[in-house]
């Protein structure tokens, strides 16, 4: 059963930063898409950023600008730095991957990232 990994979640004042990290084990990570999302209490899950397996990015209009995604083979991780963060980016963290070939996803527990105003 393949789990990947988040951390760097926690506790920041509006306008912080925090960087988030994705350890992929036990896929081929570089034949993967990356994505992030996220689901506040109450909401649905929602897509927030992607890097493709070639390295394109695409995120979501409410992050654009402030947070960006981006990955390293080698290490067989995926990043997402959030600058300006504000009290509704308040949610639980996902990483989800989706392996090119077999569309096969796989997904993280999740890290929790709370704004604070």
């Known amino acids: 059963q393949v789990q990947l990994v988040e951390s760097g979640g926690g506790l920041v004042q509006a306008g912080g930063s925090l960087r988030l990290s994705c350890a992929a084990p036990g896929i081929v990570f570089s034949y993967n898409h990356m994505r992030w999302y996220r689901q506040a209490p109450g909401k649905q899950r929602e897509s927030i950023a992607l890097i493709t397996s070639g390295g394109t990015t695409s995120y979501a209009d409410f992050v654009k600008g402030r947070f960006t995604i981006s990955r390293d083979n080698a290490k067989n991780t995926v990043y997402l730095e959030m600058n300006s963060l504000k009290p509704e980016d308040t949610a639980v963290y996902y990483c989800?991957?989706?392996?090119?070939?077999?569309?096969?996803?796989?997904w993280g527990q999740g890290t929790q990232v709370t704004v604070s105003s």
């Open positions: 989800n991957a989706e392996n090119i070939l077999s569309r096969r996803n796989y």
